[in-house]
């Protein structure tokens, strides 16, 4: 079964920039599709952007369009945040799914597989 763990998160300033990854526990996520996640206290988690297997296709949350990038190596997926900002924080999570073929969704419903979550906090 495909084990994923999240790092990169941290306290951070407004404005700051931030680099999350993603480790699988197989060779490589190729065959995937993966997607970042994040859940604020008393939020849903919403679906922060995503990437096709073999990279062809990504998508991104309006909210975070031209600041964040998604981007995904052998077997492990990386998220780059930058201009953040104090509504950014929450727990970011990877998930990963093989029954999407050639594309990726936001929607945390069709991810099989799940990391634990890394802390983002942007604060002054």
């Known amino acids: 079964q495909l084990q994923l763990v999240e790092s990169g998160g941290g306290l951070v300033q407004p404005g700051g920039s931030l680099r999350l990854s993603c480790a699988a526990s197989?060779?490589?996520?190729?065959?995937?599709?993966i997607g970042w996640f994040r859940q604020a206290p008393g939020k849903e988690r919403e679906g922060v952007s995503c990437i096709s297997s073999r990279g062809g296709r990504t998508q991104y949350a309006d909210s975070v369009k031209g600041r964040f990038t998604i981007s995904r190596a052998k077997n492990t997926l990386y998220l780059q945040l930058n201009s953040l900002k104090p509504e950014d924080t929450g727990t970011y999570y990877c998930?990963?799914?093989?029954?999407?073929?050639?594309?990726?969704?936001?929607?945390?419903?069709?991810?099989?597989?799940w990391g634990q979550g890394t802390q983002v906090t942007v604060s002054s």
């Open positions: 998930a990963a799914d093989r029954r999407l073929i050639g594309l990726c969704v936001l929607s945390r419903r069709d991810y099989e597989y």
């Open positions: 197989e060779f490589t996520l190729d065959y995937y599709a």
